[in-house]
Each structure stands twice: as structure tokens, then as C-alpha cells.
């Protein structure tokens, strides 16, 4: 089982989960939130039994913190991407 920080496989996607519904219902975040994502991310892809679906999913999501990150508004920015940010948790919802 993979973990980091502590957090075991379960654990991480549900973070996952509730940063991306955060942002969905917020309309607004923070660059650590961006930040944690992607240390999460990281560490769920080190896991080689991983869905490759559920990794197209992850990858998404990854170059959304990242593009979040370097944005002039993050909340323009969580705006922009509504309607993944809900597909997003829906399909994790599948694979976890």
C-alpha cells in the first residue's frame, strides 16, 4: 500500500476529493492547496497497480495545480475549470 505522509491510498484520494470540491463550491483557493495536490498526486502516481484511466484522471488534475499555481487569479482560475473540477471527483469516486 502506498503511502505518504501517513496517508494510505484511501486517505489520499479522499484529500484529493475534498481539495477539488473545495474549490468547486469556494470558487476559491490557495497555492498550498495547489501545492498539496500536487505532492499527493506525486505520490499516488509512484503506485505502479494505479487504473491507467484513474492516472489520465490524476494527470489532469496535476497540470490543473500547476497552471493554478502560476496564475494571476486563482479564483478566475478555479472558475475556469467548474465543470472538470466535477468530473474530476466524480470519477475518482469510481475508481476509489
Same mark, same amino acid.
Given at each position: 500500500?502506498?503511502? *505518504?505522509?501517513? $496517508?494510505? +491510498?484511501?486517505?489520499?484520494?479522499? %484529500?484529493?476529493?475534498?481539495?477539488?470540491?473545495?474549490?468547486? %463550491?469556494?470558487?476559491?483557493?490557495?497555492? #498550498?492547496?495547489?501545492?498539496? $495536490?500536487?505532492?499527493?498526486?506525486?505520490? %499516488?502516481? #509512484?503506485?505502479?497497480? %494505479?487504473?491507467?484511466?484513474?492516472?489520465?484522471?490524476?494527470?489532469?488534475?496535476?497540470? +490543473?495545480?500547476? @497552471?493554478?499555481? @502560476?496564475?494571476?487569479?486563482?479564483?478566475?482560475?478555479?472558475?475556469?475549470?467548474?465543470?472538470? $473540477?466535477?468530473?474530476? *471527483?466524480?470519477?475518482?469516486?469510481?475508481?476509489?
Amino acid at each position: 500500500m502506498c503511502t *505518504v505522509m501517513g $496517508l494510505h +491510498y484511501e486517505h489520499q484520494v479522499h %484529500l484529493l476529493k475534498d481539495i477539488l470540491t473545495d474549490h468547486q %463550491l469556494d470558487c476559491c483557493g490557495t497555492v #498550498a492547496e495547489y501545492e498539496q $495536490l500536487e505532492r499527493v498526486i506525486k505520490s %499516488l502516481m #509512484a503506485n505502479t497497480e %494505479l487504473d491507467s484511466n484513474f492516472k489520465n484522471v490524476l494527470e489532469d488534475v496535476y497540470r +490543473y495545480s500547476q @497552471s493554478g499555481i @502560476s496564475s494571476k487569479s486563482i479564483d478566475s482560475h478555479i472558475q475556469e475549470h467548474q465543470n472538470s $473540477l466535477s468530473q474530476w *471527483v466524480e470519477q475518482m469516486d469510481s475508481y476509489s
